[in-house]
Nanobody
Framework: QVQLVESGGGLVQPGGSLRLSCAAS????????MRWYRQVPGKERLLVAY????????NYADSVKGRFTISRDNAKNTVYLQMNSLKPEDTAVYYC?????????WGQGTQVTVSS
């Protein structure tokens, strides 16, 4: 049974940091590209960052470049999103996904709220 379980969300003040984790099971994690998305109510889900299966190549949305870092630990079947210098506009539900070819799996999401 495929599972992606996000954790680490919460309430943080502007300028603060959070680290999201996404623990995977039920598939060969190291074969999949891992992505983080975010979504606010009434808007489309947007890609935040992705990391290739061996972790060598990463890419980021312009809005988070220099502030967020995606990483993965294939031994632990986990992908991370380190978020620094958080802004109110980063408030969203954050989802991780695993993709290989036409297959995509999704987690249930974790809420991140940036507010004073």
């Amino acid at each position: 049974q495929v599972q992606l379980v996000e954790s680490g969300g919460g309430l943080v003040q502007p300028g603060g940091s959070l680290r999201l984790s996404c623990a995977a099971s039920g598939f060969t994690f190291s074969n999949y590209v891992m992505r983080w998305y975010r979504q606010v109510p009434g808007k489309e889900r947007l890609l935040v960052a992705y990391i290739m299966n061996l972790g060598i190549s990463t890419n980021y949305a312009d809005s988070v470049k220099g502030r967020f870092t995606i990483s993965r630990d294939n031994a632990k079947n986990t992908v991370y999103l380190q978020m620094n210098s958080l802004k109110p506009e980063d408030t969203a539900v954050y989802y991780c996904s695993a993709a290989r070819g036409s297959l995509t799996y999704w987690g249930q999401g974790t809420q991140v709220t940036v507010s004073s």
